[in-house]
């Protein structure tokens, strides 16, 4: 464990500390409400208020709480999407909350006096009063009573059965609980990590946010960390803590479950699309909570962990649930918080490079859990929290929503959202990922593994520091945010950043070698095996950096194929690439042509193209750039090209998913053993069911729902014209949007 | 201010008009003699003795003001004292038209007072505009018809030299429906009801009456009660607005439990449109004769014609009258009472429900001066009840007496089970009272910097509530953005109840010191407010119609079909637009 780095002292708080007034009812001078509203400062201990004054003006921001979009009217992608001002952005500076934990009583901290300040000045809701409330409502009723009709059941026996999936969901919030994850969790925190650092501004903006509007809380999703950690922020600032949605499959962990339950957990099945009841009882539960303002909402938009560290497409159920309430005028306005948690070294990092490569992931047990305690004794850097600004739902829906469908019917009936409202949760759910991604902290071990994997299997340490930096300006350029520890020297970080991730890569004779241990003995199935673990593993680190580039390294990688000038060429290929990685990589959706003039626009600004009316060429300085670039998105591409070869040789007439993914794993396995690609990232399991996701959107694959799942229907002809398509041998067709 | 009309000399009528702008204000609402003033003292009066206010004094009036907006009566406005007849757009009317008038007798007046008085309805920006502005656009001239046959000379002149007529009745359109369209290049010809003002008939074996439109609310009550009857149609408006205009916008009397709104009340009516005089064949209550007729006279805001005689239904006037009021602990108890009441389909003659806001401004006009000073006071604080969350309702029976006491009960019982408490009789009758004297305040706000206007809306029971709170938060968030200084008086109150939902009414006022354009940003506040109400499932207008100010969400409202029947039957009747007030449509 490293010790916690020492840092310059402070000049003593200049925060106003001034009392919460109550304001309600009778009118006056705006002044006065505002402060009453927000006037009640941070709280988090001593630490806090001695850096309360380090930075002076950078702290008015608390009014500033309002919507980030501007509103629009007009055709899609258009209102909520625009091209990021992308170096000139400013973000927060980061406070290192562990460092008060190094300073003081664990124990104290976790009696502390918590009183936070909720919505509207609501008291809190006992737990089983939400319970019965969702029980009661007319919502759940009325199902129970259509099934009740349906089954020819009494409505009895079903009305117990939606009592049974509440207390198998609801969470049970208790003051205990959380002060003994705040003791425990101080311990363990401070054990794994060198640092925790946050902004302090992003939380002085959701403080304001929580007591304006229900507000739902849209972290990543890399580690179980993620949800504890955020709890565990919100009670150290003071902060109402969410009810957090997790997957059902935390029960299975006996003390754990309900410890978490007790934290402000509620937890959902995996799939419930059939269950009529338990939709209902869980959208009701989540929009009870949400639209009396009990707790901030908490879920993950990914769904699950990302295995890869690169974000997942979005989930769009929870969303629209959490919507609801707005789109049906029972809440004024819905606050979406962006939040982005990124990890120095990821806690699952080991279990995540097999579990790709199929080894199955272990049930969540608490004896598993215990084992697992010899991480405690590793070190996994620092964890950097962005709280995004809070998005006003009401801001991004004016213009966009036709509000017919919901005055025509009775607001209680269940009822399948409308195209346009799909449409737009969608859109809302990719632009809150790439809110996400924006925010997201870069430290400079992602910068090395994105260069390491270029230059495999050995690399000159001082050629590796000069790379790391070129690499760190142009991430800087493309927008990336990048936090370079305490202003060391390249070489310093870099050094810090390998002694951090000495399992995955390590210095030998001034090179820098993958940590693939034990590839010398064993037979070559194994060597592959090994290989490839530490290759995903390192990956999962540049990953990090892909959705930052993706743009530019897709105009790059056309540009080659193309081996044309014409803007239009570069084009039809770059949206093609675009169609086939919708699921790899987070694009907000139908805006193929603005991505394209950002990439171009990225490009430019760094001297690696010029464009004019007609054509983009290479400048010749570019070269680099772009072969970097190309270069960083080679694993994918040559990936999927192997699994769409398989999918038409290979794959069998019809399959499920469970024979697709040991078929594909095979196929690449053999023919890394035999030397004939090097591709080993197309045996990750996440690139593979990516891939076949892309050609089912183009239409090459047929999906198709059966009774034990989806079966998949391959046609050949199609999948080979896109091959055909990947490898440049015919052009793409496609019509090119008028005003390129 | 001009005298009665004397006619040209080569007419050989010397008609004396009583106008009733002598006795009204020329650039504010109501009675020359009544409205709002600081006294020396610097506390509020009210002035004239037509209401029961009158000449009372209110002195915590001006600690209201204070306090709502944060004005001060060291910063004043003022309005023109008079009109200045310089600014007026001419007059342009060919002299055949003239002739031809004068052929036919009927009085006109080219006079710009008179044309600007029929330039306008009370919406707030033309109130400004009197006080500050001009009109780009005013009538030509304002004719005068005495009976129906003039009504149908006047169309038929129109038709022939093809001008442009806007109906006029009271004048108290509130949906700037009475402004003369800018762009419009013929005459226009400000069609005057007032002098149609006469009880053609009653008919006590049926209780009907037939009544000229033109005649205003308060005299036809008064001379039916003459006769021992009512209609029983009675708008905030009553002393001014009149029959006809009733009947183009579909108004709704706040007595409607017992006696229906407009629709409900009318049995037979008489228009005359380009295309010639429609009306029944006879004066039955109910007929299934395909669409009901009525329904595009109805509503029809002066597009089609001209109502001249309408027979309505009457009613022995009332033997028994009691006012009463409940108070309750929040909005929300309120207005659970009010549909449970709607519910036993035991609603009184009228039951509103005012929220918080508008019981403090209560309080301060002397309204409900029993709960805070008397002993009432004390018992609702022992009661739990928190001065700044509840909120009270007026109410008011009629009917026999014993029924009356018996209803009275009904209505009480209910209100305890939601928490309401009896809060007087006194309390409700000034409530009431207040219903016509706050339309004076609005003038009184203009000279210290205050701005405001009502509007209305209906809506679902389930979603009052909702709507309600968004409203009036939409209201202060966007004065908030639009730049206003002070938070703004954003009020409701729950004015009427029916089966299937309620009318709402909202008050929204702000102070615009600092503002440069305060009815641009007026206006930009309001029509998000109305986005609001559009978007909670409420209606586009309960009663005041669409004029023009509401057009833009009239396609949204009744659908493209919807909008192109109504054009169809404007193209029929009125094919070269007479009737050219671009109202609705």
Known sequence: MAPPIARRSRPPPSLPQRARQPSRGGAGRWVPREVAAAGRPLRRGRAAERGAGRRGGARNTMAAATAAAAPGRG????????????????????????????LSSDLRYAMKCYTPVIYKGLSPCKPNAIKSAVLQSEQV??????????MGESPDIIQEEAMEILDEMGHNMQLGAVRFFAFTLSKIFKQLFQRVCVNEEGMQRLQHAIQEHPVVLLPSHRSYIDFLMLSYLLYTYDLALPVIAAGIDFLGMKIVGELLRRAGAFFMRRSFGGNRLYWAVFAEYVKTMLRNGYAPVEFFLEGTRSRTAKTLTPKFGLLSIVMEPFFKREVFDTYLVPISISYERILEESLYAYELLGVPKPKESTSGLLKARRILSDNFGTIHIYIGQPVSLRTLASGRINRCPYNLVPRHLPQKPSEDIQEFVSDVAYKMELLQIENMVLSPWVLVAAVLLQNLPAMDFELLIEKTLWLKGLTQTFGGFIEWPDNLCAKKAIMSGLTLHSNIARLVDGHVVLNDKGVEDGGVGEVVFKHALAILTC??????????????????????????????????????????????????????????????????????IQTNQQEIYPTNKGGVIVSFLSAMFTPFVEGYQLIFRYLSKEAKEAFTEKQFIPGVRNFVFQLLEKGNTQCYEALSSDMQKNALAALVLLGAVKKEKMSNGFTYNVNQEAVNKILDMFDARIPVQKPVAARL | MITPVIMGLQSHLYVFLPLRQELLKWNGWGYNDSKFIFNKKGQAEFTGKRYRLGGMVLPTFKEWMEKTFGASLDHKTTSRATLNVNDVPPSIVKEEFLQDLRAAKISYSQD????????????????????????????????????????????????????????F?????????????????????????????????????????????????????????ESGFCTGHEPDSMEFSSLGGWVATRASGMKKTIYGNIEDMVIHIKMVTPRGIVEKNCQVPRMSTGPDIHHFIMGSEGTLGVVTEVTIKIRPVPEYQKYGSVVFPNFERGVACLREVAKQRCAPASIRLVDNAQFQFGKYVDLLRQISLSKGFNLLLFKGFDPNILCVATLLFEGDREKVLQHEKQVYDIATKFGGLAAGEDNGQRGYMLTFVIAYLRDLGLDYYVIGESFETSVPWDRVLDLCRNVKERIVRECKEKGVQFAPLSTCRVTQTYDAGACVYFYFAFNYRGISDPIHVYEQIERAAREEILANGGSLSHHHGVGKLRKRWMKESISDVGLGMLRSVKEYVDPNNIFGNKNLL
């Open chain 1, 539 to 608: 990956a999962t680190y540049r990953n990090q950096l892909l959705n930052v580039f993706v743009r530019p390294s897709l105009v790059a990688i056309a540009l080659q194929m193309t081996r044309s000038f014409r803007k239009e060429e570069v084009y039809n290929y770059f949206s093609f690439l675009r169609d086939v990685f919708s699921d790899e990589f987070i694009f907000f959706p139908g805006i193929s042509l603005k991505d394209f003039e950002e990439g171009c626009f990225l490009l430019t600004k760094c001297d690696a």
């Open chain 1, 141 to 150: 009723q009325y199902v129970i009573k259509q099934l009740a009709k349906e």
């Open chain 1, 75 to 102: 055709r899609r992608g258009a209102p909520m999407y625009s091209q990021k001002e992308l170096t000139s952005k400013k973000r927060d500076e980061f406070e290192d909350i562990l460092e008060e934990r190094r």
């Open chain 2, 112 to 167: 710009a007072e008179d044309r600007v008085f029929r330039a306008h309805g009370h919406c707030l920006h033309e109130i400004f505009i009197l006080r500050e502005g001009m009109f780009k656009r005013v009538p030509d001239i304002v004719v005068w018809p005495v009976c129906h046959e003039d009504v149908v000379k006047i169309v038929e002149l129109a038709c022939k030299h093809n001008l442009c007529i806007i109906p």
């Open chain 2, 169 to 225: 009745g009271g004048g108290t359109s509130v949906s700037s429906a009475l402004e003369c369209p800018e762009e419009e290049k013929r005459t226009i010809v400000s069609l005057d009801t007032s002098q149609m003002n006469r009880i053609l008939w009653i008919d006590e074996k049926n209780l009907t009456a037939c009544v000229e439109a033109g005649i205003v609310g308060q005299d036809l009550e008064n001379q039916l009660a």
